[in-house]
């Protein structure tokens, strides 16, 4: 491509647009590569010959309950505090190149605890490696602890009673897994406790889902949530749409849904994005499980959604603003932030139409 190709100056202006990733599951950043990396040294017997064969093996997934499968296939390999370390390490490099320069990311502890992983290998990697992308990246992460909707809410309450040892390691809870009967209400007691306790709150409300306004009416009002992951279905009733501006909620949207893209849902998700900035909403694009989802980070994920819709230059420094008007950061940290995404554009003015 030119490099004074209009489309390649877009696209450097978005890889190096200062933004902050709200949504990404560690476990799933995990790259094929990574993955038959860590299987080899833990011992582990895989079916796969090379990172191509893992890649085939993640085109097979066409819905959630195929994708999770394979989800949980690959993050077997996991199994040390220095997997953890690595694991989020990787993922700070690589969202790094593109942009990102605060993340709060997600991690399933009950994922682990059921293959006998410890709480204290998951929180002792994830500390390791959130010190040492300060130090080495000057990268600043947080962590939100996620639970399993499909499992008892006891559960839940147990693990987070569990990680109280580990209580300054995270700022956050929220849900994710597929969305069963009984979501929200059932997690009610749980987003009580973790509120008493000081923490953050969220929670997936996952694309086209049945029931989904009844959902995100019982995210706002039953858990209490100041964000929403995916939350695009908020389109579906005026009310709402209402309630989530007056709210100042943050939805943390993810365009991406599998490894092999199905006709019309990239047009879709990437579409809904467009309506909900042009009702003046706090949404942001987010990358979600990048390394099972074609390896579409944050800035890939923006130019996708413009190249969809075509949404303008400023439409795509809002959603960066985004991000971090909904991060859950300190004001001083906030204020930092957002002055490096104006002194960025500031920078850059929008080249003249030749
Ligand atoms: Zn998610």
């Known amino acids: ?73 690959l993050i077997g390999a996991i199994r040390s505090a220095q997997d953890f370390r690595d694991l989020a ?111 953050r709150l969220t929670t997936h409300c996952d694309v086209g889902q049945p029931n989904t306004v009844a959902h995100h009416w019982g995210a706002l009002d039953v858990l209490g949530v100041e964000r929403i992951d995916h939350g695009l279905n908020v389109l579906d009733d005026p009310k709402l749409v209402e309630a989530v501006r007056a709210r100042r909620i943050g939805l943390t949207a993810a365009p991406t849904l599998f490894y092999t893209d199905i006709p019309g849902r990239m047009e879709y998700r990437a579409g809904a994005i467009r309506r909900l900035l042009d009702e003046g909403l706090l949404v942001s694009v987010n990358s979600d499980d990048p390394g099972m989802k074609r390896s579409l980070y944050v800035g890939d994920l923006m130019l996708r959604v413009q190249q969809t819709t075509g949404v303008s230059r400023a439409a795509l420094v809002q959603l960066a603003r985004n991000s971090f008007v909904t991060a859950w950061l300190p004001d001083a940290e906030r204020e930092a932030c957002l002055a490096r995404l104006d002194a960025y554009v500031a920078a850059h003015p929008e080249p003249m139409p030749a």
């Open 89 to 199: 390490m990787a993922f700070y490099a690589k969202a790094q190149s593109q942009g990102v320069i605060y993340a709060e990311v997600f991690f399933d502890p009950q994922l682990h605890l059921e293959r006998g992983v410890p709480l204290a290998a998951i929180f002792g990697g994830l500390e390791r490696a959130r010190l040492e992308a300060a130090q080495t990246l000057g990268f600043a992460a947080r962590y939100i602890m996620c639970f399993l909707r499909d499992r008892p809410a006891e559960d839940a309450l147990q693990v987070l009673r569990d990680s109280a040892p580990w209580r300054d390691e995270f700022i956050g809870i929220g849900l994710d897994n597929p969305e069963v009967d009984g979501f929200p209400q059932k997690f009610a007691a749980v987003y009580a406790e973790a509120r008493a306790m000081g923490l």
């Open 1 to 73: 491509m030119n490099p004074n190709d209009p489309r390649a100056e877009l696209r450097r202006f978005v890889m190096e647009l200062p933004k902050a990733e709200l949504h990404v599951h560690l476990e799933g950043t995990m790259e094929p590569e990574l993955y038959l990396a860590m299987a080899a040294r833990n011992g582990l017997a895989t079916p796969y010959a090379d990172a191509e064969a893992v890649r085939q093996r993640l085109r097979e997934a066409r819905d959630l309950p195929s994708f999770i499968r394979i989800y949980e296939e």
